[in-house]
């Protein structure tokens, strides 16, 4: 009886095994596609580390630094831009946003990445220690959010689409929205 029982158990802990061992060895197309999905993983991974390290260029004021993450030919484009900035013309952009705002800062919020391309959310926040437009300074904190899409090549920073809450942004520091008037000479002939 201790016979049977042995040889049953062992008969199935060896079925058990073989199975096991079946189901673990990886076909040649397995192992393509494996590998390829961990080189797009670590890709992915690469960029957003890139995209951080950015933010964190722009929060020390370090331009030089920053610089290094861009391609050449960077282009930067969006909404209401009426010209693409170049990467020269961005940073001339952020230090002119950092000399109304001194302590202004940039915050990922969220961030998702797909290939070469990283989306990402950003809180940009200071408080206006100078005249802005026009628009004298109130010492209060003034918060914008920006969405990013930014696509890679080569590691460096391609091109980048931006969408930012520029009205919510007037608002705080004390704009007002006004409708234009009406121009009395349209449609007359």
Known sequence: MKTVKFKLISALLLLIIAF????CIISKDDKKEYDQLK???ELESQ???????????????DFEKMRTFYAPEYKMTGPRLPNAYTLDSLIQYIQRDIAVFPDWKYSVENMVAQGDTV??????????????MGIKPKANQISRAAIFITVFSNGKLKETWILQDNLGFMEQIGMQLTVKPEDKTKGKK
């Open 20 to 23: 096991s061992l079946t189901n």
């Open 39 to 41: 080189a797009r993983c």
């Open 47 to 61: 960029n957003k580390s890139t995209v951080r390290q950015v933010f964190e260029a722009i929060n020390a004021r």
């Open 119 to 132: 989306a990402v959310k950003i809180a940009q926040f200071g408080v206006q220690a100078n005249d802005y």
